[in-house]
């Protein structure tokens, strides 16, 4: 059977390719993987639509909507250096995401806990299979990005890390 990370880089090798639909059959295990193929339905011209006309108060919201662009775009700028220096942990499926082995136990971590490149941090589970993600890399937990039981898309960060 193959491992995470072995269907982590099938994926991205077949993401960036030409092949549309994989398949790997190994020891009674079956992966398949498809490629969506988006379409795109075009949309009829609509009516151009009527715009206000100006008014006096106009100018004073123009410097308050600009002041609030720069107030956001200098908390984007912190946000990424900030994430710059933590590490994402990814999710390599799509699937639902459980933060515990079952309902009973304790999350297998939280926030300010160390862990190593071989701790199991989540459970993702795809089409009836539990597959246990890995933390691949040694550090802290900073953050938990994702609630127990939510739907997580392929890439989507689950955890940031401090190495």
Known sequence: MLKV????ELIKLIDQSNIDEFEYESDGSKIVLKKNEVKYAETPAQAPVEQPAPQEVAAPVKQSV?????EASAEDSTEKKQDESLHKIESPMVGTFYARPNPETDAYVKTGEKVSEDSVVCI???MKLFNEIEAEVNGEIVEMLVEDGQLVEYGQ???LVKA
Do not use: D, G, N, S
């Open 157 to 159: 960060p689950l955890f």
């Open 5 to 8: 990370q072995e269907i982590r």
């Open 66 to 70: 600009t002041a609030t662009a720069k």
């Open 124 to 126: 993702i589970e795809a």
